[in-house]
């Protein structure tokens, strides 16, 4: 039960990362482009830069109300339940995004980022999945296992999206093909969930349910004496990719003039390198190693890795210091959330997770919006300000290591 529970989960985080990754390389050609029918034309770069910005953040806005919301009800009403509602708002918000690009509605595409958004609990219930078949020695080993189909998903999708939105390639690929490409994916992830998901959660727990249980939630992580210092760790860090996972393609395109389907080929080849080390590296470290001993280099070296892909002159150059990224990066993550879930108390595995969604979701909001303005000043501000985080997150991580 718990190889075939784990074979769909894989498979679920895949398709919904395909489904993420093909439309990541569409938002910012679509709003920095001064002919795009969803801004008027007189509005400058900067404005179009800092409106991007708020756009990018409305979905983990929308994700630290409601990522806590569905952890705590998948406890109540177990994993699968939830994981089939938060796909059906996955799709729903793609279908939405399509449409406002196709009526050129700036106001629909807010709406269906905060869909997506309150909904999108799906990474957050999966996780809970993992914990609940997983044995702390297998934890770090199964988390990676997940990483590796987010590296995977990245793989397919970036490069979907470049070129199911390019009319080069084909008249009828416009920006809105890969929303509704997406939706498909949603909905082949439902029929996934539905024929082959088994219930993970051992014993419902029942506990109250508010709109403010994020916020209660937050003060919660960095208040509690026991791992207040890990879940601040983790939100720096988590702060500082997201500098540069949501907005390295502004980078991209005003550095080097990226478009849409450069931007698709440049993150296909991040996935791939993530998928590399997920799946050749991740796992085996963590048969030998503690997720303590990993982060001891893991974390120091992202910072520095996101330092140096600022350097570059030449585009190709971004090739030959990503892979080290994708290193440390591959390293890092299942690791915390590996953390996070060994200092969970007993039956509430899904409130520790959902606990830490909050935090992520919180470390995702307020990079698009400072990189919206930081950017205007200098395009390299954001990944200083991703190296600068990283490195800061590294540094409390070793202080709850030594408590």
Not at 185 to 209: D, G, H, K, M, Q
Not at 262 to 273: E, K, M, P, S
Request: proline fraction near 5%; aromatic fraction near 12%; charge should be positive.
């Amino acid at each position: 039960m718990a190889k075939l529970s784990l074979g769909t989960i894989f498979f679920t985080v895949f398709l919904d990362l395909v489904g993420v990754g093909i439309v990541l390389p569409v938002t910012v050609p679509l709003l920095l482009n001064p002919q795009s029918a969803l801004l008027p034309v007189h509005f400058s770069e900067a404005v179009r830069t800092i409106i991007l910005g708020f756009l990018i953040a409305s979905y983990p806005i929308a994700s630290f109300f409601g990522g806590p919301i569905l952890g705590s009800l998948s406890d109540k009403y177990g994993r699968r339940r939830l994981l089939l509602l938060s796909l059906a708002g996955t799709c729903l918000g793609y279908l939405v995004f399509a449409l406002g690009i196709y009526v050129g509605s700036i106001y629909l595409l807010f709406l269906s980022r905060i869909i997506d958004g309150f909904t999108g609990g799906n990474i957050s219930i999966v996780q809970s999945s993992i914990a609940d078949i997983s044995d702390d020695a297998s934890k770090a080993k199964n988390f990676g296992l997940i990483g590796m189909a987010f590296g995977v998903g990245f793989i397919i999708g970036p490069f979907l999206g470049g070129k199911l939105s390019d009319p080069n390639l084909s008249p009828w690929f416009n920006y809105d093909t890969p929303f509704l490409f997406a939706a498909l994916l949603s909905l082949v992830n439902i029929a996934l969930v539905v024929r082959n998901f088994s219930e993970t959660l051992p014993a419902p727990v029942n506990r109250p349910i508010n709109a403010f249980t994020g916020i209660k939630n937050l003060h919660q992580a960095f208040t509690d004496p026991r791992i207040g210092i890990l879940f601040a760790a983790v939100f720096f860090y988590n702060l500082g990719f997201s500098f540069f996972t949501q907005f390295f393609q502004v980078f991209l395109v005003k550095r080097f003039s990226f478009n849409q389907s450069g931007i698709g080929d440049y993150f296909a080849y991040i996935g791939l390198c993530i998928a590399l080390v997920q799946g050749l590296v991740v796992r085996r470290l963590a048969v030998k190693y503690r997720p303590q001993q990993i982060l001891r280099y893991s974390l120091p070296g992202l910072a520095v890795a996101l330092f140096c892909v600022m350097l570059p002159q030449q585009a190709w150059q971004l090739y030959l210091i990503s892979p080290f990224i994708a290193l440390f990066q591959g390293s890092s993550a299942p690791n915390t959330t590996s953390l996070v879930s060994q200092n969970a108390l007993e039956g509430q595995q899904g409130k520790m997770l959902g606990i830490n969604q909050s935090v992520l979701a919180m470390g995702l909001a307020i990079p698009p919006i400072v990189a919206g303005f930081i950017d205007t000043i200098d395009v390299r501000l954001p990944l200083i300000a991703a190296s600068g985080s990283v490195l800061l997150g590294y540094v409390l991580m070793m202080r709850f290591l030594k408590k």
